[in-house]
């Protein structure tokens, strides 16, 4: 087994994924808050 060198890893896919999850997870609330609003606004 080779030795582990620390901060070696290529972690761009990593980095790439994760921003693509960050985004989803913002535009889900924010279509969520929307709703939210719109539900009230026609309730009232």
């Known amino acids: 087994m080779a030795e582990h060198k620390h901060g070696s890893m290529d972690i761009r896919e990593h980095e790439k994924t994760f921003a693509g999850f960050i985004k989803f997870s913002i535009w889900t609330a924010a279509i969520s808050i ?3 609003i719109f ?3 026609v309730n009232a």
């Open 34 to 36: 929307g709703i939210l």
């Open 39 to 41: 539900m009230a606004l």
